[in-house]
């Protein structure tokens, strides 16, 4: 059979299932309503008559109260039953008042409270029969068009996030070739191998000239010299390299005095420092020249680079959505097949989908 033909049949089970559970109604409905009549006439009786004379007076106050006490509680939770569903939702609490009398109310008026007590024994076994009648007759709503309508309506949810997807992938990865074209039309690779090159240099310049220097840093101390270059040299020995001219001139003066080692560093200095100054300042200007045009490469980038960014993070919201309906989509096809074998044990007949 196949899934709407048995759909169908099964509708028209439940149509007829539906039929009968209201005449279970109605004709338990009907005898409710003359049990509660029966009751409510008991407990009236019971509220009317006296308490024999020769009670003690504590316990015919005991009992005045405990009789009220118990025919109000058990006259208002019978008043608000207005069919066999009403009574279902009531059932404990008359319980209680059906066990929770007082021992003198009982001693005393013993054959009214027994025969209360058995109509509601009644109704409770009323409801039993009701309730079993209703499951055997009923027919579960199995939802499966519901389901199936769900379903169509993710998968087509599924199929359109794909699609949304895949295309800011495709963005995503034109945006990565126009930042590495970028990088390459400005010959951004280029400029920092230079960059590398160029700082190695001037690191390897600099150290070679302070290394020369600091040799004189002691010699100058001994000397006790008072001039500022002098004792800012004994501190800092890159004083050479800021401030070439005065350090050259200082030099020559404490050059005369100055034996072996030391001399010849002196001489070295002499020689070759203006020079290395020189040159180390023109790298420097040319350092800074190809830092700031690398950091025009990188600005112009940074945009591309923040669009790019932007992308992945939509792209990832968009694959949490998508593992979420695909999760539900999962627990709906299993909810789907629990149905269709409920409905083919209810029909007796294996269902093609």
Same mark, same amino acid.
């Given at each position: 059979?196949?899934?709407?033909?048995?759909?169908?049949?099964?509708?028209?089970?439940?149509?007829?299932?539906?039929?009968?559970?209201?005449?279970?109604?109605?004709?338990?409905?009907?005898?409710?309503?003359?049990?509660?009549?029966?009751?409510?006439?008991?407990?009236?009786?019971?509220?009317?008559?006296?308490?024999?004379?020769?009670?003690?007076?504590?316990?015919?106050?005991?009992?005045?109260?405990?009789?009220?006490?118990?025919?109000?509680?058990?006259?208002?939770?019978?008043?608000?039953?207005?069919?066999?569903?009403?009574?279902?939702?009531?059932?404990?609490?008359?319980?209680?008042?059906?066990?929770?009398?007082?021992?003198?109310?009982?001693?005393?008026?013993?054959?009214?409270?027994?025969?209360?007590?058995?109509?509601?024994?009644?109704?409770?076994?009323?409801?039993?029969?009701?309730?079993?009648?209703?499951?055997?007759?009923?027919?579960?709503?199995?939802? !499966?068009?519901?389901?199936?309508?769900?379903?169509?309506?993710?998968?087509?949810? !599924?199929?359109?996030?794909?699609?949304?997807?895949?295309?800011?992938?495709?963005?995503?990865?034109?945006?990565?070739?126009?930042?590495?074209?970028?990088?390459?039309?400005?010959?951004?690779?280029?400029?920092?191998?230079? !960059?590398?090159?160029?700082?190695?240099?001037?690191?390897?310049?600099?150290?070679?000239?302070?290394?020369?220097?600091?040799?004189?840093?002691?010699?100058?101390?001994?000397?006790?010299?008072?001039?500022?270059?002098?004792?800012?040299?004994?501190?800092?020995?890159?004083?050479?390299?800021?401030?070439?001219?005065?350090?050259?001139?200082?030099?020559?003066?404490?050059?005369?005095?100055?034996?072996?080692?030391?001399?010849?560093?002196?001489?070295?200095?002499?020689?070759?420092?203006?020079?290395?100054?020189?040159?180390?300042?023109?790298?420097?200007?040319?350092?800074?020249?190809?830092?700031?045009?690398?950091?025009?490469?990188?600005?112009?980038?940074?945009?591309?680079?923040?669009?790019?960014?932007?992308?992945?993070?939509?792209?990832?919201?968009?694959?949490?959505?998508?593992?979420?309906?695909?999760?539900?989509?999962?627990?709906?096809?299993?909810?789907?097949?629990?149905? !269709?074998?409920?409905?083919?044990?209810?029909?007796?007949?294996?269902?093609?989908?």
């Amino acid at each position: 059979m196949r899934l709407e033909q048995a759909l169908d049949e099964y509708d028209k089970r439940r149509t007829k299932a539906a039929k009968e559970a209201e005449k279970i109604r109605k004709k338990y409905n009907k005898r409710l309503e003359k049990k509660l009549r029966e009751v409510l006439k008991r407990i009236d009786s019971l509220e009317r008559k006296d308490i024999p004379k020769n009670v003690d007076d504590n316990i015919r106050k005991i009992v005045t109260a405990e009789r009220k006490s118990y025919v109000t509680s058990l006259r208002n939770a019978l008043e608000s039953i207005g069919d066999m569903d009403d009574l279902g939702k009531r059932l404990p609490d008359l319980a209680k008042l059906h066990v929770g009398h007082g021992r003198y109310l009982i001693i005393l008026f013993e054959k009214d409270v027994y025969a209360i007590n058995r109509l509601l024994k009644e109704l409770n076994e009323d409801y039993v029969k009701y309730y079993n009648e209703l499951v055997e007759k009923g027919l579960e709503d199995l939802r !499966i068009r519901e389901i199936l309508s769900e379903e169509k309506t993710l998968r087509r949810s !599924i199929e359109e996030l794909t699609d949304e997807i895949r295309a800011l992938q495709e963005k995503a990865k034109k945006k990565r070739a126009e930042i590495e074209e970028s990088r390459r039309l400005h010959g951004l690779e280029e400029l920092e191998t230079e !960059i590398k090159s160029l700082s190695a240099r001037i690191r390897s310049e600099e150290t070679e000239v302070r290394s020369k220097a600091s040799k004189l840093q002691k010699p100058v101390k001994r000397l006790r010299l008072h001039e500022a270059i002098a004792q800012e040299f004994v501190r800092d020995s890159s004083v050479a390299l800021r401030k070439p001219e005065e350090f050259i001139s200082l030099v020559k003066r404490i050059h005369p005095g100055l034996e072996g080692k030391y001399r010849k560093t002196a001489e070295w200095l002499i020689d070759n420092l203006e020079e290395r100054a020189r040159r180390i300042e023109e790298e420097r200007g040319r350092l800074m020249e190809l830092e700031g045009r690398r950091d025009e490469v990188l600005t112009g980038a940074r945009g591309m680079e923040k669009e790019l960014w932007e992308l992945q993070r939509l792209i990832e919201e968009r694959e949490a959505e998508l593992k979420k309906l695909r999760s539900k989509l999962e627990h709906l096809e299993r909810e789907l097949d629990g149905a !269709i074998s409920r409905l083919e044990a209810a029909l007796g007949e294996s269902i093609e989908r």
